[in-house]
């Protein structure tokens, strides 16, 4: 299958090192929110995110690849196989959709929430409102193109099953990346302020 191939490809030396290209590459847009004394906090809030992003991206992963065990299971299964398995699915699972993910994040979440931060728009409405925009965008592009004839004949019910899918992602992916650098914004402002206040 092409997606094996991927998968295996991905965790070879070469895979893993374009790995690592995508996540460094958007440093350059990552660069734009250090104009501003007050936003100079390094790469710290960067790691941060793209880690916590990252641990989303498991958690779906291995939630997905549990309750598909638990549908496709038939009869007893023994303990430990049924724990490397649902394993195996998430790994596999995590390093296939990573392919997507992160390119995603980095050439449009980290870009969006530079431009945020530049601005001083970072604020719990402005990230909804990107979410949410960016859900609904990414619901469409996928629905537009349908996969199967399922999808084809079932328009609404395939928009349906979409957004809920990208939905979970969003949640699980997204929704840490966005949060974690307002985390660090909020403590980066409080300690400003209170070394403001101790002068």
């Not at 460094?24 to 929110?33: E, N």
């Not at 004394?37 to 960067?46: A, E, V």
């Amino acid at each position: 299958m092409a997606t094996d191939f991927l998968v295996f490809w991905m965790t070879r030396p070469s895979g893993i090192a374009i790995f690592l290209i995508i996540i460094a590459t958007p440093l350059i847009f990552w660069r734009f929110i250090r104009g501003g004394k007050r936003l100079s906090w390094g790469l710290r809030p960067y790691v941060l995110a793209y880690t916590s992003s990252i641990a989303g991206l498991i958690i779906l992963c291995f939630l997905t690849s549990l309750m598909d065990f638990g549908s496709r299971a038939t009869g007893p299964v023994n303990e430990l196989s049924r724990w490397a398995t649902i394993l195996g699915w998430a790994l596999y699972l995590s390093v296939l959709l990573s392919v997507f993910v992160l390119p995603l994040i980095g050439f449009i979440a980290v870009p969006v929430a530079a431009l945020l931060l530049r601005f001083q728009c970072f604020e719990i409405r402005n990230i909804v409102g990107v979410l949410v925009f960016f859900w609904a965008i990414l619901t469409f592009a996928v629905w537009l193109f349908p996969g199967n004839s399922w999808a084809e004949s079932h328009r609404f019910g395939s928009f349906v099953s979409h957004g809920q899918t990208i939905a979970y992602g969003m949640v699980f992916i997204a929704v840490p990346f966005f949060f974690t650098l307002y985390f660090m914004k909020s403590r980066s402002s409080l300690a400003t302020d209170n070394s403001l206040g101790n002068k």
